[in-house]
């Protein structure tokens, strides 16, 4: 009998509708097919992307965040999709796409043409083709159909990145180093009063989570200096400028104690070719791919693991949605033929990787607990 798995899709929308809903309102406001958001018509739009802000944690942190918190409630929290990382996620705003058509299912992903696992965010390289293993058009390459500008603000080290060229075609990419350097930035693009879409990328808490967790006074520093500048932002925009922020995940902290070295038990690891994924979510490639082996190997975890973490095989997890309700034939092999999901505060490592991959991470993604998947989508300007 199939497990009981989580619904990846718990909320009113995803953030697969916001870019396509800001282009709706661009180009004549609501009522489109693409305005799932219910936008007003805008000339100038707006999409903050804070990497890492989950709605548990902002809801959290209310007393830190006088100009976010106050906005979030049932009607402005989304959902990121699956899995809870940035590759998947972003790809999925980008595109208004699931992981299951746009081709990005995880963190590291099997490249079955090269043989190999590759990271989705730095692995890039001349064997795999940002402009085809993406395979969805952007939003702004739409964008660009319809005589809209887009513009891509971030950190000046993914300007040129292969996951930017995936994800940001049809944007001009402007870096900026700092936070505050990314928000003025903006302000110049919305002194031009041509139509534009604009995506303003924040790295930082994310970062910071990484190394001292959300839960930790760095973070919340952080959150107190992103909420200084939004609220200037915002008490600028004129009333043909809509702003939307939103995030790619939310973040849990796992302590040492929750590192959980599967590799120790043989059983969870016999017949396993390749480990992909990330330490809240591996997934698992056999060696000798069917039904049957990844059924086996699915029980296996399940007796060992299975108060802990959500297991499902390939085809569990498409039936589920995980992925979206279409997956495309080529991105299918793509996927674990077994995945692990974290659903407690744990985080699954394999102690012979010699670079003892993602250890050191204190705040951590992937899964499908609602303080990961669950983030905020909060409306400023004309989208208020």
Not at 169 to 193: C, H, K, N, Q
Request: charged share 20%; proline share 7%; with cysteine.
């Amino acid at each position: 009998m199939p497990p009981m798995l989580p619904a990846a899709f718990t909320t009113r929308s995803s953030l697969a509708a916001v870019l396509p809903s800001c282009l709706a309102a661009l180009t004549g406001g609501t009522g489109g097919p693409d305005d799932e958001l219910g936008l007003p018509a805008v000339r100038q739009a707006v999409v903050i992307v804070v990497d890492g802000l989950g709605a548990t944690a902002l809801r959290s942190r209310a007393g830190h965040a006088r100009t976010l918190a106050p906005l979030l409630g049932k009607q402005t929290v989304i959902d990121a999709g699956f899995p809870t990382t940035t590759a998947a996620a972003l790809a999925t705003l980008a595109t208004g796409t699931l992981p299951g058509v746009h081709g990005l299912v995880g963190y590291r992903v099997r490249d079955g043409a090269n043989g190999r696992i590759v990271n989705q965010l730095s692995g890039w390289d001349q064997r795999l083709d940002p402009a085809t293993w993406q395979r969805s058009r952007t939003v702004f390459e739409r964008a660009g159909d319809r005589d809209v500008r887009s513009w891509a603000v971030g950190l000046p080290k993914y300007s040129d990145s292969g996951f930017t060229k995936a994800i940001l075609r049809g944007a001009d990419y402007v870096s900026a180093p700092t936070m505050f350097d990314r928000f003025a930035a903006a302000e110049r693009i919305l002194a031009d009063p041509a139509p534009s879409l604009t995506y303003l990328y924040v790295a930082e808490l994310d970062q910071i989570a990484h190394a001292h967790g959300w839960e930790s006074p760095e973070w919340t520093e952080a959150l107190e200096q992103l909420d200084a500048l939004v609220a200037a932002f915002a008490r600028r925009l004129t009333p043909a400028q809509g702003v939307l922020l939103t995030a790619d995940h939310g973040v849990i902290d796992v302590p040492l104690s929750g590192h959980v070295l599967f590799d120790t038990a043989p059983e969870l690891v016999a017949g396993v070719a390749e480990i992909a994924g990330e330490p809240r979510c591996l997934q698992l490639h056999l060696a000798e791919p069917g039904e049957r082996a990844a059924d086996d190997l699915a029980e296996r975890w399940r007796a060992v693991e299975g108060d802990r973490a959500w297991i499902a095989t390939r085809s569990e997890a498409v039936e589920a949605g995980w992925f979206g309700p279409d997956v495309h034939p080529d991105v299918l092999p793509r996927i674990g033929d077994v995945l692990v999901a974290a659903r407690k505060r744990v985080a699954y490592y394999d102690s012979r990787d010699p670079q003892r991959s993602g250890q050191n991470m204190v705040g951590q993604h992937g899964s499908l607990t609602p303080e990961e998947t669950r983030v905020p989508l909060l409306r400023f300007g004309a989208f208020a």
